[in-house]
């Protein structure tokens, strides 16, 4: 599968689930909110809400609160083990990663219609060698993207329904974020909004 190339280190696949694809996923992250609810994370410090609620599958998690952003290995609401990452996820990130060792978190983000993410550098992990890889189901979302510097110029791009985006090499630490959603734009969830899944290698695999 041949990607669009946004700049160096950051890849787009557009389509990269079908349908039936989506569908799977969607069921299987159904299930994982069933073990691993969606919670609201809040800024450190301030304990700001975000408009973002969030899980996590995998051996680790990311999570924020007043204390602060880190990855740990169990639900900060009920203290349980996250759930496992479905095989599906974990094939995506053998085909889109180029990283030769499997990825030890994978975040869910749900968006409802007036969510949106601030532009942010993904930085938390030990591993910068890995990329990030994320994949976007329902509303489409216009992802905002500049370059290592809070202060650099930006573009944006829409994510749809079943679109990949890579950003790894010298894409790792861009800036990123989410201006707004489309509500209304995708069927896929019954109650509209948008989930990403952002897939990530944090600890150093040797
Ligand atoms: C993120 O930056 O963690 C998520 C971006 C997205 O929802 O696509
Ligand atoms: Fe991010």
């Known amino acids: 599968m041949s990607p669009i190339t946004l700049s160096p280190g950051l890849a787009y696949y557009p389509d990269y689930l079908d349908r039936p694809a989506q569908e799977r996923l969607l069921s299987s992250l159904r299930e994982i909110t ?6 609201t994370p809040r800024m450190p410090r301030t304990g700001k809400p975000f408009s973002v609620r969030m899980t996590n599958c995998g051996p680790l998690g990311w999570v924020s ?18 759930p496992a990452m479905p ?4 094939r995506a990130w ?3 990663s180029d990283y030769p060792h499997p990825p030890d978190a994978c975040l869910i983000n749900f968006y409802e219609p007036t969510a949106r993410m601030g532009m942010h550098q993904d930085k938390d992990e030990e591993e910068f060698a890995a990329p990030v890889v994320s994949l976007s189901l329902g509303d489409t979302a216009l992802f905002r993207y500049g370059g290592l510097e809070r202060k ?9 329904s079943g679109d990949a985006i890579v950003f790894g090499g010298p894409a790792r630490l861009i800036y990123h974020g989410i201006d ?11 109650q509209g ?14």
């Open 152 to 160: 650099d110029p930006t573009r944006s791009i829409k994510l749809r």
């Open 180 to 190: 707004r959603l489309n509500a209304g734009s995708s069927d896929l969830l019954p």
């Open 65 to 82: 609160d007043v204390e602060g952003y880190r990855y740990q290995p169990t639900h900060p609401e009920t203290g349980k083990p996250w």
């Open 94 to 96: 053998e085909e889109l």
């Open 193 to 206: 909004g948008r989930l990403s899944l952002t897939l990530r290698k944090v600890e150093k695999a040797i």
């Open 34 to 39: 069933r073990q691993a609810p969606l919670y």
């Open 87 to 90: 095989d599906q996820v974990l």
